[in-house]
């Protein structure tokens, strides 16, 4: 039996109900167990074995999606790459020592497979192997250091596929090498509901898109939310559809989370969490204009330790391809969020690592910046820290700004406009003002230096 067998027999139930939605066209469900199989032939005509280490580059679309599956099946090791990543694709290559590329970036509806002399040896991927089950490989976004390549057994990541759930409309914004687009993709699908694709993320493309397509759940970042409420796009489509808004991989500002309510007020607001190590948690938000959450599910233990989360998952990865291990000899995993506890729910306030030390006073960025971006004339910022001789570290602002205005203005508007609501320790120190987008092609919030 194939490796993925029970999710066909649940598009076998209907096989004319519509999968996907690509360049407006519908594909159906039969219509991808077609090419499916297609890819099965494909691989035995190219001798793609079984426990094949296989890139598979490409955005969402009917083929890469029937091929992801496909590859699942023959239980290769599936490393999926988007153009977000050109920069370091060769990197990427050579760290998941892929045997095979599947390329779909040129021509989305062709495609070209490159065969490498590579062979696998690292002692992770050879214990996948051993398993004979299939793998995945994901690249962390590098946001705030080095790529890491988290190299998961599929197996035990798609098991919580197996309870049925709403079936829903849902548009793939989250990218597929990301652990965020995979959990959209196997929840879509294992439910019956239709993926709505998009060829760009642009805040009027998304919402015609909703609109459109009567989309009903849209899984995005805060950046991007931000992004769409400086566009105003909110106004200008008609987003009644919308049923729920899922947002995670960054710290929600609260003023961001209070307008997004008020623009799309028909649609639950859910934050998500999840590492590209452990998998997507489930959650629930204490209300849609909290950032309290629990967070858990089957599979999932959490605790708190010296206000910071940690968890232990039936899903988490092997480990690391190109670093040690990030679990203690129990299995559990320092997430290094930061996090308030009351009763049941948390508050995540952000990575420890990011956590700015002024003279032994502790501020994390999104506090500072939720505060900065509701500022007159301000599009974006992003908050980091500076080597300080005398407290240590101190807080930079980088702004990106609506219109032009000089450094010296800024700052003492600055000033004034923090000077009750934050406290002094938490004002910036220094800014500084960039063209430059301060958001990777995940749209999540970049705060090393540009």
Not at 324 to 339: C, E, K, L, Q, R
Not at 345 to 360: D, P
Not at 408 to 427: G, P, V, W
Request: charged share 25%.
């Amino acid at each position: 039996m194939r490796q993925l067998q029970w999710l066909y027999d649940r598009f076998l139930e209907d096989t004319t109900r519509s999968a996907m939605v690509w360049h407006d066209r519908l594909f159906s469900y039969g219509w991808l167990l077609e090419r499916v199989e297609c890819w099965h032939q494909r691989f035995a005509a190219e001798n793609l074995g079984s426990n094949a280490v296989v890139a598979l580059e490409g955005d969402y679309s009917p083929e890469v999606v029937a091929a992801l599956l496909a590859l699942i099946d023959t239980k290769a090791v599936v490393v999926p790459l988007t153009a977000s990543v050109s920069a370091h694709r060769e990197e990427f290559l050579e760290i998941a020592e892929v045997q095979f590329v599947i390329s779909f970036l040129e021509d989305p509806e062709g495609h070209l497979v490159r065969r490498t002399d590579v062979k696998p040896v690292k002692e992770l991927t050879r214990t996948v192997i051993a398993r004979d089950h299939p793998g995945l490989v994901l690249f962390s976004s590098g946001s705030t250091g080095r790529s890491k390549a988290a190299l998961h057994d599929f197996v035990p990541l798609l098991e919580k596929f197996g309870v049925r759930r709403q079936s829903l409309v849902s548009l793939t914004f989250l990218l597929l090498d990301h652990i965020g687009g995979i959990n959209t993709l196997f929840y879509v699908l294992s439910n019956c509901g239709r993926l709505v694709t998009v060829q760009t993320r642009t805040p009027d493309d998304i919402c015609a898109a909703i609109e459109k397509h009567r989309v009903e759940l849209l899984p995005t970042s805060p950046t991007f939310l931000n992004l769409l409420l400086l566009a105003e796009a909110t106004s200008r489509y008609d987003l009644t559809s919308l049923k729920r808004v899922t947002y995670g991989t960054e710290v929600m500002p609260p003023a961001t989370l209070q307008r997004i309510h008020e623009a799309i007020p028909t649609a639950e607001l859910l934050q998500t969490y999840g590492l590209s190590e452990v998998g997507i948690l489930r959650s629930k938000s204490r209300s849609s204009d909290s950032l309290w959450l629990k967070v858990g599910g089957e599979g999932f233990e959490t605790k708190v330790q010296d206000g910071t989360l940690w968890i232990r998952a039936k899903s988490a990865m092997l480990g690391y391809l190109n670093a040690p291990s990030p679990f203690d000899a129990d299995g559990w995993m320092n997430t290094g969020d930061a996090v308030e506890v009351d009763g049941d729910y948390l508050r995540i306030l952000g990575r420890k690592s990011e956590m700015i030390n002024v003279g032994g006073l502790k501020v994390y960025p999104a506090e500072v910046e939720d505060v900065l971006a509701q500022m007159p004339n301000v599009k974006d910022v992003a908050v980091t820290a500076e080597s300080h001789p005398l407290t240590g570290q101190i807080v930079v602002a980088r702004f990106n700004l609506r219109a032009e205005e000089s450094p010296t203005d800024l700052k003492r508007r600055m000033r004034e406009f923090c000077r009750q609501r934050l406290a002094t320790y938490k004002i910036p120190a220094k800014i500084e003002v960039t063209d430059r987008e301060q958001y990777s092609g995940r749209f999540k919030k970049m705060r090393r230096k540009l």
